[in-house]
Each structure stands twice: as C-alpha cells, then as structure tokens.
C-alpha cells in the first residue's frame, strides 16, 4: 500500500463517525441538569403509578369515620402522612393512586391532539392548494376560541365524564399540532433530499411518511412532552369545575380539589397536597420540554 494509502487509513481509524440527529440530542439532553430533573421526577411519579398497591398504605377509598368523629379533618401524623380527608380515606394513598389517573390524562389527551394533528397538519403541508387552504382554516377557527373555553365547551356537550373531559383537552390541543407540523413539512417539501427522491419517482406517500415525516418530528415531540403538562393542568381544572369523574371517590387529583373546596379554611391540606403533586408533575414535564427544545434547536444547542 502507498504511503498515501497509509495514511488515509489511519485518518479513517482516528476520524469519529457521524451521529445522527436523535444521538446528537441525547447527548446533550444527558448534559442538561434540568432535563435530567424532570426526567428523574417524571420516573418517580412513574413508579409511584405502578406500585401505588405497594406504595400506599391504604386503598384509597377505605373510610374510617372514627378518624372524623371530632371534626373534620385531622390533619397529617405518622399514621396518616398527608391527613384524611372528611371519610376519613387516607390522603396520601389517594394522592399515590392519583398518580395512575394523571399520567393517564396526560397521555391519552396528547395523543388524541398529536394523532389527529399530525395527520391533518402533514396532509396541508403537503398536499396545498384547497386542501390546505380548507385545513388551516377550520384550524383557525378553533384557535380562535380560548383552548380552555374550546375543551370546557366540548366537555359539557359530551356530558361529564374524566373520559370525555381527555378528549375534548385533545381536541383543543388539534390546531396547535397541525400548524406546527405543517409549517415543519413546508419548510421540508422543498429540500434536496426531497427533490431528488421525486426526479427518480418515488411515491408521493412514501416522500412524505419516509423521508418528510421523520425529518419534521422534532419541534413536534418537544411541543407534545409541553402539551403533557398543560393537559394535566387543564383536565384538573375542568374537573374542579365538575366536568370531570362524577364520582367523588374516584383519587383524581382534580376531583381532590373539588372534594377539598369546601374545607379550604379548616383543612386546606386537602387541597395543598394534591395542588403541590399537580404542580411538581407539570414542572417536571415543563423541564423536560425545555431540555428537549435546547437539545434539537440548531439555534440553542450551544446552551445545552
């Protein structure tokens, strides 16, 4: 082999491989401190949802009235870390048990906003002219209405149920997701790689789903781990006003709140404990999206 042989071998032994995109960012995701909070809260919340039988002294709709029998409501001791509230049912266990109902809201109600978004907002980006056109108008139209007042007004033509309360704060959140991701795929549809995939006749659908798509996710997953949040805090907030559970039993953190309202000047530590876990949650998810913007924004990668 010529000496000029040897040497590109030996850069090519020396020379690091490319990443991709989704390693770059984790690599900077796991040298972002806040990121790595949300996610070590986030996983905690996590397991507590799935050993909450294990976690929870005890279920969370066992009543003791006795514990009661002087007033409402004892406030917290060894036996009871976060009180019991006017049943006499534990808080804590009921607040642990929340947990599953929480990150089921979360997301149930991102997905149902992500899956229809994504579809809607990757059919105008992609195909314009009238469809687009049509799309995006009826997009604005619901931005035109307060996400809030937009979910509060599906939920209460669905009737009240937490079920129907995760659809309708999904449906809200539709228009945000198709207008990100079709400004996404716009930007995309006239790239090279997209170009040269159509002078040699792939597909219209394969462009978009393989080489479109995956290129347009970014700002997409960093929107939808935000949404988490806001879901959470929205679907409690519709159940505060009774658009959610129906049944005061069932360990919902917004139905907590509701049930507490009464004892707000007696007792307010039924209302403190299960407000504090909604807003670690949603810091929580807050981090993690912020992380996530820092770590695939060209712009911001210097940050992280």
Same mark, same amino acid.
């Given at each position: 082999m010529s000496e000029a042989g040897i040497e590109i071998v030996a850069l090519l032994e020396h020379t690091t491989p490319p990443s991709g995109l989704w390693l770059d960012a984790l690599r900077r995701l796991? /040298?972002?401190?806040?990121?790595?909070?949300?996610? *070590?809260?986030? *996983?905690?919340?996590?397991?507590?949802a799935i050993f909450a039988p294990l976690i929870a002294p005890h279920q969370p709709n066992d009543q003791?009235?006795?514990?009661? #029998?002087?007033?409402?409501?004892?406030?917290?001791?060894? #036996?009871?870390?976060?009180?019991?509230? %006017?049943? #006499? /049912? %534990?808080?804590?266990?009921?607040? *642990?048990y929340g947990t599953r109902y929480s990150l089921v809201i979360g997301v149930v109600s991102v997905a149902v906003g992500l899956s229809f978004g994504m579809l809607l907002g990757a059919i105008a980006g992609f195909v314009g002219g009238v469809v687009d056109s049509v799309i995006m108008r009826s997009m604005d139209v619901m931005l035109a209405i307060p996400g809030l007042l937009l979910a509060i007004g599906i939920a209460a033509m669905l009737g009240p149920s937490l079920w129907h309360v995760m659809i309708a704060v999904g449906v809200a959140n539709i228009p945000i997701f198709a207008r990100l991701?079709?400004?996404?795929?716009? #930007?995309?549809?006239?790239?090279? !790689?997209? $170009?040269?995939?159509?002078?040699? @006749?792939? /597909?219209?659908?394969?462009?978009?789903?393989?080489?479109? $798509?995956?290129?347009?996710?970014?700002?997409?997953?960093?929107?939808? =781990? $935000?949404? $988490?949040? =806001?879901?959470?805090?929205?679907? *409690?907030?519709?159940?505060?006003? @009774?658009?959610?559970s129906q049944d005061p039993a069932t360990p919902e953190w917004? =139905?907590?709140?509701?049930?507490? %309202?009464? !004892?707000?000047g007696t007792a307010p530590f039924l209302a403190l404990f299960p407000g504090l876990a909604i807003v670690v949650i949603v810091l929580a998810?807050?981090?993690?999206? %912020? @992380?996530? /913007?820092?770590?695939?924004?060209p712009k911001l990668r210097g940050r992280a």
């Open positions: 796991k /040298r972002n401190p806040g990121a790595l909070l949300g996610l *070590a809260v986030v *996983a905690v919340f996590i397991i507590v003791n009235l006795a514990l009661v #029998g002087s007033g409402c409501c004892p406030g917290p001791s060894w #036996g009871h870390l976060m009180g019991v509230d %006017d049943l #006499g /049912r %534990d808080e804590f266990s009921r607040v *642990a991701l079709r400004g996404t795929v716009l #930007g995309q549809r006239e790239s090279d !790689y997209v $170009l040269a995939a159509r002078s040699v @006749g792939v /597909r219209k659908r394969i462009i978009l789903s393989s080489h479109i $798509l995956p290129n347009s996710m970014s700002p997409v997953i960093v929107a939808g =781990t $935000l949404a $988490l949040a =806001t879901a959470i805090i929205d679907v *409690a907030g519709l159940g505060f006003l @009774g658009l959610g917004g =139905t907590m709140l509701t049930n507490a %309202d009464l !004892y707000l998810f807050n981090l993690i999206g %912020d @992380g996530l /913007r820092e770590a695939l924004d």
